[in-house]
């Protein structure tokens, strides 16, 4: 045990954290996984999330909803990042991912402001809902269509100039640019006109837009100008690790699977400048989301081919 205290306090002497340890907020679960599985489980993680940081050298801990504040104090002090995944939650829900994760946005705002670095990534409803809480609760999405079809980014002028692409190779701003590789599916959009109605226009960097079927133009990507926060409204999972047929939006080229990976990359190692550890090995085991089983969901024709599922014990 000592030896495992000293090599965590001296990993702390590095440049960059390469254990790094992200949390995934858990969501409740949804109305076709409850008919599925009736009243088994109250909430869930898609597995391609955890399959998609694990695949940059990240290891996950699922991050419950509906617990109090001095729980998300705790799990954040501990771990180098959150991920708020997509999903289709409703933001009003008691005790639910909305208000579970502006607890976690506030934990987290705090820790930057203070000089501590900690990423978030947001995608799609978690897009949404960082845009939400950045915007003290204020929801000023608007409906759009924008659902399973594969787009090339719309950079902004300045896009360069991003935390996200300003080291980018030139292959994958090529690609991003001229091939349908991101993956949408969602009928709420955020737009420019959205951003600045609620005056967060200067807190965050517009990088890409997207056109929708019916030509409405809507953010794709976009990241806080000072702080370690990102998010994309397409899924950059989903091209890895999600295979219904049916979902047609979903891109498997060699090209699309290479642009995975770079965002993948990218926010893994944000999460390499943080520092924070568990105080012991056993807590750290004990909090990996190793411990859950994996449930095969794609036959119930879930949009998720795998996913933790989790019952009110959290087992």
């Known amino acids: 045990m000592a030896s495992w205290f000293a090599s965590q306090k001296n990993s702390t002497k590095k440049i960059v954290n390469n254990r790094p340890i992200i949390g995934i907020l858990a969501q409740e679960i949804s109305h076709h996984m409850n008919n599925i599985y009736p009243g088994l489980y109250e909430s869930y993680i898609a597995a391609s999330y955890v399959k998609y940081l694990e695949s940059s050298g990240a290891r996950v801990v699922p991050i419950w909803i509906g617990e109090n504040e001095s729980y998300y104090e705790d799990i954040l002090s501990k771990i180098n990042g959150v991920l708020f995944p997509g999903g289709n939650a409703d933001f009003n829900q008691t005790n639910g991912f909305a208000e579970s994760g502006n607890k976690i946005f506030k934990i987290a705002t705090r820790m930057n402001n203070n000089g501590d670095y900690f990423p978030i990534w947001g995608t799609c409803l978690g897009f949404e809902l960082l845009t939400y ?132 990359n990218f926010f893994v190692n944000e999460a390499r400048k943080n520092f924070h550890r568990f105080p012991s090995q056993n807590e750290e085991a004990d909090s990996l989301i190793y411990n859950y089983p994996v449930t095969y969901t794609g036959p119930t024709r879930s949009s998720f081919e795998q996913c933790y599922l989790f019952n009110k014990k959290k087992n």
């Open 133 to 264: 809480l950045a915007a003290d609760c204020v929801d000023f999405r608007c409906d759009c269509s924008a659902k399973n079809v594969a787009l090339p980014l719309i950079f902004k002028s300045d896009f360069m100039k991003s935390r996200l692409f300003k080291n980018a190779p030139e292959d994958v701003i090529r690609i991003l640019q001229k091939e349908n590789v991101t993956a949408n599916f969602h009928i709420k959009c955020i737009t420019e006109e959205g951003l600045s109605k609620v005056n967060l226009a200067n807190e965050y960097r517009v990088i890409s837009l997207n056109n929708d079927i019916n030509g409405l133009t809507f953010i794709s990507s976009i990241e806080h100008y000072n702080l370690p926060i990102y998010a994309t409204q397409f899924h950059p999972e989903k091209n890895n690790f999600e295979w219904a047929k049916r979902l047609s939006g979903i891109p498997h080229s060699n090209n699309a699977i290479k642009i995975s990976q770079y965002f993948s």
